[in-house]
């Protein structure tokens, strides 16, 4: 067994860091939560250690399901903050680098871009995600466009 000296902030801050992987693992999956599966049980158990130190308000039991869960006592403000920022830079980062993966194929044929030797394809990704960054860093979407979209809104111009 390990243990652990902390002062009741650095608690604090390692379950604010727990939520924010929970909200990663979580957030996105399909079903909801279905990627936490595995790690219920420590998540669980590092809510019951807050619960018992006293942290009041910040851990609640769920009335349904009896799971203990962050309650209205834990201020999820800078902890947001930090994840709008690290989903925003993904976004991006993700956007830029999908669209130079789909020109290169392009350019090159999918039997092509799958034989390159692994370092050269990453550069010549690069070459084309470096265009597109810049791209986005100074116009966001404006300038994305998608045609021929098969099914448009009766009001979309």
Avoid at 120 to 129: F, G, H, K, T, V
């Amino acid at each position: 067994m390990m243990k652990m000296n902390l002062t009741r902030d650095e608690y604090r801050q390692l379950l604010e860091m727990i939520e924010i992987a929970a909200w990663v693992l979580g957030a996105h999956s399909d079903p909801p939560g279905d990627s936490l599966a595995r790690y219920e049980g420590i998540y669980q158990k590092m809510l019951k250690i807050a619960q018992e130190a006293g942290h009041n308000g910040l851990v609640v039991e769920d009335e349904e399901s009896g799971r203990l869960r962050l309650g209205p006592g834990f201020d999820e403000t800078g902890m947001m903050s930090d994840i709008d920022e690290y989903e925003e830079s993904v976004f991006w980062g993700t956007l830029a680098f999908k669209l130079a993966v789909r020109d290169l194929c392009k350019q090159i044929g999918e039997d092509a871009y799958m034989a390159l030797d692994p370092v050269d394809r990453a550069e010549r990704i690069m070459e084309i995600e470096a265009v597109y960054d810049h791209e986005l860093d100074n116009n966001g979407l404006e300038n994305l466009l998608f045609e021929n979209l098969e099914k448009r809104p009766s009001n979309y111009h």
